[in-house]
């Protein structure tokens, strides 16, 4: 089986663990690098959350240090979403080994180079770093195969009520990658709120004492205590989606459209504003994922939990 070669651009982040993890062991992915940015938490965290994971769960993959927003003061999530260190109740040894000598814009431009024409990126934070790619060298976007994109909202925001998180954290470098011109794949909030994952569910999958699954299950805070339940209508494990949508494309409903950002609203900043009913007469230059075999996304959790030691 050929693999296909990825970039993981991240901002760590209990469900971007998840998806590295989900990434590194899928066969028919060749994990060639983690990028992190700044996004759920603040960059030096984000990136030291990544090397942890790597050096931890034995990802041979170099850890790159990136970038705050373009345009827009840096705010991090509150510290309730994903715990105080961004990996929900995790703990895992500080990483003994070193980061990239390149940061991560210099790095995606080395494994862009190396892998012409195939290289697919998967971002699952704020697109500040592709955004800076795309713009310092221009020769990338012609040799970037496909990138797939956590983030967007169509119809349900959620951190305003027109936009997702990450497209919202830096507005001016979604837009810049959504008219690039390179293929893209929006796995945004119309499929993650289709798709929750309920206490059975994770009963299911993190039965079998191994510590990956223990990880797992205290990433997603499972399976709450008095101070912090487990909500009743299951969790939505945002980053884990996309990278099922890389892994297994078939998992997912897709609708071709025209997309692109607004960064000038004062209500709608961030909006990715979808063409749904052609009235823009643009080309489409995205694919959105509506709909997910949930069936199937279980099971491309319950592969990851089964390779990993």
């Known amino acids: 089986m050929k693999k296909i070669p990825i970039v993981m651009d991240c901002d760590p982040g209990t469900d971007d663990a998840l998806a590295m ?14 990028t992190t940015v700044a996004g759920n938490l603040n960059r030096e965290v984000t ?33 309730s979403v994903m715990g105080e260190g961004g990996l929900g109740n995790a703990a895992l040894p500080k990483a003994q080994g070193e980061f990239s000598p390149y940061n991560s814009v210099e790095l995606l431009h080395r494994e862009v180079q190396k892998a012409a024409g195939e290289i697919v990126i998967l971002a699952t934070g ?54 690039s011109g390179i293929p893209i794949k929006m796995i945004g909030t119309d ?4 798709t929750p994952v309920t206490r059975k569910d994770l009963d299911c999958l993190l039965s079998d004492g191994k510590r990956v699954s223990k990880f797992i299950g205290d990433l997603m805070f499972y399976p709450g205590d008095g101070e912090r339940p487990f909500p009743e209508e299951g969790i939505y494990i945002w980053d884990g989606l996309a990278a099922a949508a890389l892994i297994c494309p078939e998992c997912m409903e897709w609708k071709h459209v025209y997309v ?11 909006e990715t504003v979808a063409d749904m009913d052609h009235y823009l007469k643009q080309p489409p230059n995205v694919h959105i994922a509506f709909g997910c075999d949930k069936e199937k996304f279980l099971g491309i959790i319950q592969k990851t939990i089964s390779a990993i030691d």
């Open 21 to 34: 993890l989900m990434v590194h062991a899928a066969k028919n992915i060749d994990l060639r690098a983690v």
């Open 47 to 79: 990136a030291q959350n990544a090397l942890d994971i790597t050096e931890y769960f034995g990802i041979p993959a170099p850890v790159a240090k990136g970038s705050y927003p373009i345009m827009k003061k840096f705010e991090a999530l509150d510290i």
């Open 126 to 179: 704020p697109l500040t770093n592709v955004a800076l790619l795309l713009s310092v060298y221009l020769e990338d976007r012609e040799l970037i195969r496909e990138i797939v994109i956590m983030g967007g909202a169509v119809y349900y925001g959620n951190h305003t009520p027109r936009t997702e998180f990450n497209i919202y954290t830096d507005a001016e470098a979604a837009k810049i990658v959504f008219q």
């Open 191 to 194: 499929v993650t709120y289709r």
């Open 260 to 270: 692109d950002v607004e960064t000038k609203g004062e209500l709608t900043y961030g």
